[in-house]
């Protein structure tokens, strides 16, 4: 069963632009984490927030977590073209492996 | 440090035929993933392996899936006999811990399967 479930399914933007996806799930959470899948590739983990932290940077890269309203964001700043590809959240629940969402396609053109 | 590894990169095979995917994780990683991803989704996990036992095959489809990681350290992944529904990317991941606690995952290439 998918637990996250990311918003928008797609977004295109220029690049310079900042980009915001957005992750929302239905139970509680140890952490979450995001990670981006370029076209063929497998997936790269970008960040990890626990369910203690609200915010975590990571170069251009900002993720927030509210755990009351059960939604975590992730913020692309000064997006390039080589951030073209799909971002996944996925969620850890305790004693359970990772459950990964569907993805936001985000296409970046310069 | 060297990535996950997987082979073949892709496979074409026609449905009812059997097909078999390799993977051999990062050096020292205890946890083995192996993920179907269909166009358009998620990653799914079929199984977990911690070392050579299996933790979580919850997902496996196990009339036609099978795993095995021998000596806790290579895995295999086969489809026997194959359906249409089966094409889609296999990807293999492993983590340092056991992966009880959402370790963050390092992913291999994936085999795009297509299933005729």
């Known amino acids: 069963s998918q637990q996250g479930e990311e918003d928008p399914q797609a977004l295109s933007i220029q690049e310079g632009e900042n980009a915001t996806m957005n992750c929302s799930y239905k139970t509680s959470i140890n952490n979450l984490q995001w990670y981006r899948q370029n076209s063929g590739r497998g997936l790269v983990h970008l960040i990890l927030i626990r369910s203690n932290e609200r915010e975590k940077h990571s170069g251009r890269l900002r993720v927030t977590l509210d755990t009351s309203k059960k939604s975590s964001s992730l913020l692309i700043t000064a997006s390039r073209a080589a951030d073209t590809a799909s971002y996944f959240c996925?969620?850890?629940?305790?004693?359970?492996?990772?459950?990964f969402g569907k993805g936001t396609r985000l296409s970046v053109i310069a | 440090e060297a990535g996950v590894a997987q082979s073949p990169r892709y496979k074409i095979i026609e449905k009812r035929q059997s097909v078999a995917f390799w993977c051999n994780p990062i050096?020292?990683?205890?946890?083995l993933y192996w993920y179907q991803q269909i166009l358009g989704q998620g990653p799914k996990l079929l199984i977990q392996?911690?070392?050579?036992?299996?933790?979580?095959d919850s997902q496996l489809p196990k009339d036609r899936f099978s795993a095995e990681r021998l000596k806790g350290v290579d895995s295999t992944l086969k489809i026997q006999p194959a359906k249409l529904e089966d094409s889609a990317v296999y990807l293999c991941a492993s983590s340092l811990g056991p992966g009880t606690r959402g370790e963050t995952q390092y992913f291999g290439p994936g085999t795009r399967l297509l299933v005729l």
């Open positions: 050096s020292g990683h205890a946890t």
């Open positions: 392996f911690q070392n050579n036992g299996v933790v979580d």
């Open positions: 996925a969620t850890n629940t305790g004693n359970t492996p990772l459950v």
